[in-house]
């Protein structure tokens, strides 16, 4: 039983120690860690750059990095209204990182669109026409984001995307 409890520390001791830290940044939020709402990534599949989005009470702050995990640039954006709490997922083009959002119920939707190339931000709200159609789910392929969706009482899906 010793032998198998011995075998069992040093297993445990090789992956814990297959770990190591690649990138460290301080976030600059006065109140901490602690004040980080939520994070989310995204990649630049063209060129392995990639940003991380912290969001919190009131901002929303992206940091760029190429894939040397070097910092390309910092931008922060007045988080959009209180309604648009869910991050949905995001696309990205050249150095233009967008996000989109949704309130709680999934009927309402914006677009948070960080430029790194201008270092400049904007929101804007993202008119959906629904006729008497219910959000699903969403996606992104080939870097296009796409809403499904579905009537209440037709057997009917629709897609709608957004470049």
Partial sequence: ????????????????????????????????PSSIDNSFSLVNENNNDFTVFLTNKSNLSAFNYNSSFELQGWLASRQLLNKYK??????????????FYSNNTNSKFALVTFDFEKMSSFASEIELNLKKEIYLTQFVFKNKFHFLTTTYRENKLYIYSFN
């Avoid at 409890?5 to 006065?30: A, K, M, P, R």
């Fill in 1 to 32: 039983m010793n032998r198998f409890l011995i075998l069992v520390i040093i297993h445990f001791s090789f992956i814990t120690n297959g770990q190591e830290i690649i990138l460290e940044f301080n976030t600059d939020y006065d109140a901490g």
């Fill in 86 to 99: 869910l991050p949905l997922g995001g696309t990205v083009s050249n150095k233009k990182y967008s996000l």
